[in-house]
């Protein structure tokens, strides 16, 4: 099977959404594992209005955060949007999760770890990361969810980033490469 074409659209916040540390004229920094989560909460509030500048309520999204802070954040901004998260029901995970399956839900917002796994969403072709991580594995699962066999819409992935998680971009373009030759 032949799938549509899979369109990456990376929007990358200005220096402005994160400021140099004190001292420095200039964010020199590059996020590690050690620090990504300083930098996450730095640049939430400028990520969260790029992802609600995206985000319509024309055609189903699935928006993706990491943390719980961003899911915060998200919610704020996305007043449509129906967030499900890990501490939430078993029952309520399932019943929103078919109700954005059937389209009575347009914005589903959810972290990869709780939704990016065995699902089928191929009447939405939009989705959001509202961050970034190391994680090459759960980001080609979470795409997966709409990009997949019976989508026959091209399906556009919309990375939102702030200029200092270059690093992350560079691993996960890495880790796609390496995963494409094999």
Request: aromatic residues 8%; proline residues 5%.
């Amino acid at each position: 099977f032949l799938l549509p074409p899979l369109r990456k659209h990376l929007h990358e916040l200005g220096d402005d959404a994160c400021p140099p540390p004190p001292g420095f004229l200039l964010n020199v920094c590059d996020v590690s594992a050690t620090n990504q989560h300083a930098v996450k909460r730095q640049t939430i509030y400028a990520r969260a209005e790029k992802v609600a500048e995206l985000v319509t309520d024309i055609e189903p999204w699935v928006i993706w955060c990491d943390t719980n802070y961003e899911a915060d954040e998200l919610v704020k901004v996305l007043p449509n949007a129906v967030e499900i998260r890990g501490s939430d029901s078993v029952e309520y995970k399932e019943e929103t999760l078919i109700a954005f399956s059937t389209g009575q839900i347009q914005q589903l917002l959810s972290k990869p770890e709780i939704a990016g796994h065995g699902l089928n969403w191929q009447h939405c072709s939009k989705m959001v990361f509202a961050g970034l991580s190391f994680s090459f594995e759960r980001m080609y699962q979470a795409i997966r969810r709409c990009w997949r066999f019976g989508q026959t819409r091209p399906v556009d992935v919309h990375l939102v980033s702030s200029s200092a998680e270059g690093s992350i971009l560079r691993v996960l373009d890495t880790k796609e490469h390496a995963f494409q030759e094999t």
